[in-house]
């Protein structure tokens, strides 16, 4: 099945204490995003990578780093997460072209204490 | 720069009636448009989208959108809501032209409420 795969569902973590979230894709697009949702804000992107060892910051990088060392993972970093980092994170992909469809994971859902 | 609107934050809909979930958009260019719903505890699932051509234009589930140049709009509809509709829906615009052009931008959502 082709799939956007998120890991974990759910993390509750504590300030400053490193942590990984994993994307995979099965479908072998070439481009890849995160996003996080906040109530009243929708969704906004934090960084996206047009295809491998390329990457760039979304609206909203402050606080995250990611790496697409292969094309189908693309983690979300977060080296010292801080409460207002607390949030629905997704992960997202699509073929190259621009006018396609983007295909997402079910989500994970961080909570910084 | 890009921007996407959806001015009702809730939008609520007797079973049977038709619905509509407005959104109206800001580019430079011309723009692609998409929407998208998203079910409690899942991603976002692709619905419809316009890139040129027939300005109505047809989705999944029976959802349907107008593309209205003039008044920048891109408006979901339905003829007939199912209780199964009420979710939350997001329009997105990408700018065919300019640096945003890689990107989405996505509104706030409008969460829909079908009452049996």
């Known amino acids: 099945e082709a799939q956007v795969t998120q890991n974990p569902r759910y993390l509750i973590t504590v300030t400053g204490k490193k942590l990984t979230v994993t994307c995979s894709q099965n479908m072998n697009h070439e481009y890849m995003s995160w996003y996080r949702q906040d109530p009243g804000l929708g969704l906004r992107q934090i960084y996206y990578s047009m295809n491998v060892e390329v990457t760039d910051k979304g609206d909203v990088p402050e606080g995250y780093k990611v790496s697409r060392k292969e094309k189908r993972n693309f983690p979300l970093i977060l080296e010292s997460p801080s409460p207002n980092q607390t949030s629905l994170y997704f992960c997202?992909?699509?073929?190259?072209?621009?006018?396609?469809?983007?295909?997402f994971g079910n989500g994970t859902r961080l909570t910084v204490t | 720069a890009q921007s996407v609107a959806q001015p009702e934050d809730q939008v609520n809909v007797a079973e049977g009636n038709p619905l509509t979930v407005k959104c109206t958009y800001s580019v430079s260019g011309n723009p692609y448009l998409f929407w998208y719903v998203q079910y409690p505890n899942r991603g976002l699932q692709f619905l419809l989208k316009y890139i040129t051509g027939d300005n109505l234009v047809k989705g999944s589930y029976g959802f349907e959108a107008e593309f209205n140049k003039s008044q920048t709009s891109f408006h979901l509809k339905k003829p007939s809501a199912l209780v199964s509709d009420s979710a939350l829906y997001f329009c997105?615009?990408?700018?065919?032209?300019?640096?945003?052009?890689?990107?989405?931008?996505f509104g706030k959502g409008t969460k829909l409420s079908v009452i049996p």
């Open positions: 997202a992909s699509r073929p190259g072209g621009y006018n396609l469809p983007l295909h």
């Open positions: 997105a615009v990408r700018d065919m032209r300019g640096a945003g052009s890689y990107q989405l931008t």
